[in-house]
C-alpha cells in the first residue's frame, strides 16, 4: 500500500526536478554538451540502468570538468536517483527515463567519451541472450555512439554474464583490460566507486567481475 502510494506520485515528484532530466532525448542529440551548459571538449559520460543513482552521484561529483548522463527504463527507481541529485546539487548530472534500445535515436556518433554498465540484468534463461546490454547488438551501438578508443566499464556479479561479455566485447574487436574476476580484493579496486547493488553483493561474499572494453573504430 505505502509502495502503491509513492508511485502515485512519480509525476508531481518528477515535475519538481524538472531541470535534472530530460523527457525528450532525442532533441538533445549531437548538442548535449550544448544543451546542458557544458563546454564543447568536455568529457560525456553515460551510465546504462543507474538504478538508484549512487554511482552516478558519487561519480559526478569526483569528476565535476565531465558531463554525466545517467539512463534507467524504470520511473520509480530513477526518481530515486534524480531527487539523490538534487539534493545534492550535483550540477554535472542529467537523467534520462528510458531503455538502452532507443541509445542511438539519443546520442550522434562518437558523441559519448565512455559508458558504464554497472550490475546490468543478466538475463539469464537462454532465450533471452539478445537482452543483455553485452549483447553484440548494442555493443554496435556503443561502438557508434562513441569517439574512437571510447570505453565501455563493465561491472558484474554474475560469472555467466561475464563470461558471455568478454566473448562478446572480443568478438565486435574492443580490446580488453583490467579484467578481474576479484575487483574488491585486485590492483583496480583503489579508486572505485560501488554501486548499490555492487554493495548488496560485496556484503553476500560474492567476488565481483570487472572489466575495460575499448573500442576499436579508427578515428
Ligand atoms: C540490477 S540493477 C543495477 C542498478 C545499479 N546499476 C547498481 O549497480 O546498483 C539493473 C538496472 O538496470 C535497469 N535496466 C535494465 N535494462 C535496461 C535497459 N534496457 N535500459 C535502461 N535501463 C535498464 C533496470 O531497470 C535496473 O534498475
Known sequence: MTRLRAKRHIPERMERCAGRWFSTPATNKGKWREVCGFPSDCELYLEIGCGKGKFCCETA?????????????????????????????????????????????????????????????????KKKPKRRLTYRDFLKVYEKIMVPGGQVRFK???????????????????????????LHNSEYDGDNIRTEFEQKFADQGIPIKRCVATSGKSA
Open 61 to 125: 561529483l569526483n569528476n565535476p570538468d565531465a558531463l554525466y548522463i545517467a539512463l534507467e527504463r524504470e520511473s520509480s527507481v530513477i526518481l530515486a536517483a534524480i531527487e539523490k541529485a538534487e539534493s545534492l546539487q550535483i550540477p554535472n548530472l542529467f537523467f534520462v527515463n528510458s531503455d538502452a534500445k532507443y541509445l542511438d535515436d539519443y546520442f550522434e556518433e562518437g558523441e559519448v567519451n565512455r559508458i558504464y554498465l554497472n550490475f546490468s540484468d543478466p538475463w539469464t534463461r
Open 156 to 182: 558484474t556479479d554474475n560469472d555467466m554474464l561475464f563470461d558471455f561479455s568478454l566473448t562478446e566485447f572480443k568478438e565486435c574487436g574492443f580490446v580488453l583490460s583490467e579484467v578481474t574476476r576479484d
